[in-house]
């Protein structure tokens, strides 16, 4: 069963700018669909970008486009979310979820996308400080 992992969480100033990664051990060789979402306290999961990486198509919440991207790394067993110009209202834990044999077609930005099929990690405190 793949195994997924998050890293690179951390606090940072207003306006400041991290890099997530997200690594994913076992068969990667298939394509697969990536989510990043985040859940602060007292909230609900919410998806803020998406990747299928058998196309590279990418996907983002209102609340985030403009300022995050989602990659693939040469290493196809890797996702990375570059988030520039943060804000305090992005401070929450950050999770990112795999799921094999998605619809490509399908933005696969919603928590009930994975449900009961995706691989989940263990996520990622982000703190954004004014």
């Known amino acids: 069963q793949p195994q997924v992992a998050e890293s690179g969480g951390g606090s940072v100033q207003d306006g400041g700018s991290l890099r997530l990664s997200c690594t994913i051990s076992?068969?990667?060789?298939?394509?697969?669909?990536m989510g990043w979402f985040r859940q602060a306290p007292g909230t609900e999961r919410e998806g803020v970008a998406a990747?299928?990486?058998?196309?590279?198509?990418?996907y983002y919440s209102d609340s985030v486009k403009g300022r995050f991207s989602i990659s693939q790394g040469a290493a196809k067993n890797t996702i990375y979310l570059q988030m520039n110009n943060l804000k305090p209202n992005d401070t929450a834990v950050y999770y990112c979820a795999a799921v094999f044999g998605c619809d490509p077609t399908r933005p696969m930005m919603e928590y009930s996308d994975y449900i009961g099929r995706g691989y989940w990690g263990q996520g990622t405190q982000v703190t954004v400080t004014s």
């Open positions: 076992g068969d990667t060789f298939r394509s697969y669909c």
């Open positions: 990747i299928y990486t058998g196309s590279h198509n990418t």
